[in-house]
């Protein structure tokens, strides 16, 4: 279970303040964003990948002593694989994603049929 960083208190994670000292502990209005906070003297913006890269808007910058943007340099950045990246065919009329054409492509077939059978 998570602890307070101020009370040191044991809090449930998904708490917005800390029931004990009132202590903001996710991002205002969004409570699924953690809310990072600085040790010691120390700035956050030291050690952000967006403060290095001059990507950070963030108000405080770069005395910045709370964040939730914060995302340490020293950690790999993830990045979402693109839609259909890991596909394993290359036949692009496969049936899956497909169906509504495949079953409109199924009802010409049998018009064409009809049509020509009662001709």
Wanted: with cysteine; glycine share 6%; aromatic share 10%.
């Amino acid at each position: 279970m998570p602890t307070c960083p101020r009370c040191h208190q044991s809090i449930d994670s998904q708490a917005v303040t800390c029931p004990y000292c009132r202590t903001a502990l996710k991002a205002y209005g969004h409570p699924g964003i953690p809310l990072y906070r600085a040790e010691g003297e120390t700035y956050l913006c030291d050690t952000c990948t967006y403060h290095e890269d001059d990507t950070c808007n963030y108000p405080q910058r770069p005395y910045a002593k709370e964040c939730m943007l914060y995302h340490n340099r020293l950690q790999p950045t993830v990045t979402a694989p693109r839609r259909g990246a890991y596909r394993t065919h290359k036949f692009p009329l496969s049936w899956r994603g497909n169906e509504g054409w495949w079953v409109l492509l199924g009802l010409v077939a049998v018009s064409l049929m009809i049509a020509l059978s009662n001709s």
